[in-house]
Structures are given as structure tokens and as C-alpha cells.
């Protein structure tokens, strides 16, 4: 299959630790922000979901935090598995855009090893 | 169906000739976005539709491309004339409402220009 992580920044973590992936945006009027999983060959799939007036979210085993003061993002995944290792993409979003057309950062690629 | 289709998965054109990727949403969903995804990067936008009116087309990089969904459902992606800088994966996403909201990524169509 494909590879999208080619010249992604990478990030390797044993299986069991707890992995955070940042992103940083740009645009202060963004209002949605959103997490996605990227497999290889696969499109991106919905990890998690956070609005601007929340500076945390918690899922199963992950966490995004909003750090809106400097437009910083992170997904924290507990307990790493290795059905976790993929791309993961931030993504933003602001209601004055028609459609609510998303805005995807660079991508991290996470590589868990058993 | 029970998630979005592209079709094909796969793409091999010369330089010069016409190509169409299909994209079935999932049905209801009123929402329909296309992103272009070169390799080793996020995902960007192309154009957007709502039901059968495309609100959105400020992405698209020349007037080689090409969108429509004339029935509000299935969409076709058509590039004329295909150049190399044209091959990436083609993602299809849906949204079930107008603004806002979970978009569903298909697996996209991987697009090789020789």
C-alpha cells in the first residue's frame, strides 16, 4: 500500500506508554478542531473532536487538549498498541467558512513497538 | 451504503488525457467535500457541495478541474488534460448537515500521472 508518512514528522513509542502528538495552528478564528487517523491506503478517520470554548476533550484512551492562548493542539493516547501506529493529522475548521471546509496540518506519523 | 465509496481505488493516466473519479456519499448526507492529498502530507481542499450546488470552489488549483453532483448524491471529479504535479490521493468526504459536523472520508482514488 501507499505511505503518506514519508517526510512526516515521526514519533516512536513502546507498546504500553502513553503517546502525545502536537500540532500547531494558525488561524485565531478557527473554532473546531479535530484529530484523524490515517492508515496506510485508508482515508482519514475521526479520532476526537473539540470547540473552542473547551480546553480539554477525553475519549476511549485519548485526550485532546486546546491550548488557545499560543493555538496549540495535542492528542494524548494512553496505552499505546500497535494497532494505533498510523498518521495522524490535526484539522481546523471556523463557522464563517462556507461549508465548514477543513484545514489539515502536517501530520505525525506514530510508529508503536511491541 | 455503510460508509463512502471512490472509485477507482486506482488511477494510472498519460500526461494529456481526461480522467473522472467517482465519489458515492453516504446516503442523506447533504454535505460533500473533495481534498487533494499529495504524498507525505496532510490532505487539502478542493471544492465543496451542498446537495447539488457546489458552494465552494476556491481550492481547486486550475480550470483543469472540474466537480458536479447533478442529483445531490454521487459526485464525479473530472481533470482534464492530467499533468504529473496532478498526481495525489483524491478524498471524498460527507457531512450529514449543512455546516459543521463529522466529515466521512472514503479511501480516496490514488492518481499517477506519467
Known amino acids: 500500500g501507499e505511505s503518506v508518512g514519508l517526510h512526516l514528522p515521526t514519533l516512536s513509542v513502546q507498546e504500553g506508554d502513553n503517546s502525545i502528538i502536537n500540532c500547531a495552528y494558525s488561524?485565531?478564528?478557527?473554532?473546531?478542531f479535530i484529530w484523524y487517523k490515517q492508515e496506510s491506503g485508508k482515508g482519514p478517520q475521526f479520532i476526537i473532536d473539540?470547540?473552542?470554548?473547551?480546553d480539554k476533550r477525553q475519549g476511549q484512551r485519548v485526550t485532546v487538549l486546546l491550548n488557545k492562548t499560543v493555538k496549540h493542539l495535542s492528542l494524548q493516547i494512553a496505552a499505546t498498541q500497535p494497532g494505533d501506529s498510523a498518521v495522524y493529522f490535526c484539522a481546523e475548521n471556523t463557522k464563517e467558512t462556507s461549508g465548514s471546509r477543513l484545514t489539515f496540518g502536517e501530520g505525525t506519523q506514530l510508529t508503536v513497538n511491541p | 451504503g455503510a460508509g463512502v465509496s471512490q472509485s477507482p481505488r486506482y488511477k494510472v493516466a498519460k500526461r494529456g488525457q481526461d480522467v473522472a473519479l467517482r465519489c458515492d456519499p453516504i446516503s442523506g448526507h447533504v454535505s460533500l467535500f473533495w481534498y487533494q492529498q499529495a504524498l507525505g502530507q496532510g490532505p487539502e481542499f478542493l471544492t465543496y457541495f451542498q446537495n447539488e450546488a457546489q458552494l465552494d470552489k476556491s481550492g481547486l488549483p486550475s480550470d483543469r478541474f472540474f466537480a458536479e453532483r447533478p442529483e445531490g448524491s454521487v459526485s464525479t471529479l473530472k481533470i482534464q488534460r492530467t499533468q504529473q504535479e496532478d498526481s495525489a490521493v483524491y478524498l471524498c468526504?460527507?457531512?450529514?448537515?449543512?455546516?459543521?459536523?463529522?466529515?466521512?472520508f472514503g479511501p480516496g482514488t490514488r492518481l499517477t500521472v506519467l
Open positions: 473539540i470547540r473552542s470554548n473547551m
Open positions: 468526504a460527507s457531512s450529514m448537515g449543512l455546516v459543521g459536523g463529522e466529515q466521512f
Open positions: 488561524n485565531s478564528a478557527s473554532d473546531y
